[in-house]
C-alpha cells in the first residue's frame, strides 16, 4: 500500500508541475526558458517537478506589480494636506 500511495504522489506531483508550467506566464518563470522546464519535468519525474515548484516558478513576493496607489501612499499627496 505505500508503495502505490509512493507512485500517486510521485505522478500527482509531476501532472502539477507539468499543467503549472504550461500555464505561468512568461514573465513568472524563472531561470531556464518553459519548454526547458517541460522537458526537465518529464525527464526527471521526482527530481524535475521539485526543482520546478522550488525554483523555476516566481513566488508572490517576487512579482512586483505596481497596482493602483492609495492615497496615504503617495508622499505628493500628503504633502499638499
Request: a negative charge.
Given at each position: 500500500m505505500g508503495r502505490v500511495?509512493?507512485?500517486v504522489?510521485?505522478?500527482?506531483l509531476g501532472v502539477y508541475a507539468f499543467v503549472q508550467?504550461?500555464?505561468?506566464?512568461?514573465?513568472q518563470i524563472r531561470l531556464m526558458p518553459r519548454w526547458l522546464w517541460v522537458?526537465?519535468?518529464l525527464a526527471f519525474p521526482v527530481v524535475g517537478p521539485a526543482a520546478?515548484?522550488?525554483s523555476g516558478r516566481a513566488t508572490r513576493a517576487s512579482i512586483t506589480e505596481e497596482g493602483p496607489m492609495g492615497?496615504?501612499?503617495d508622499p505628493e499627496f500628503m504633502r499638499r494636506l
Open positions: 500511495a509512493l507512485v504522489a510521485v505522478i500527482g508550467a504550461l500555464q505561468a506566464d512568461a514573465s522537458a526537465v519535468i520546478w515548484i522550488l492615497p496615504d501612499d
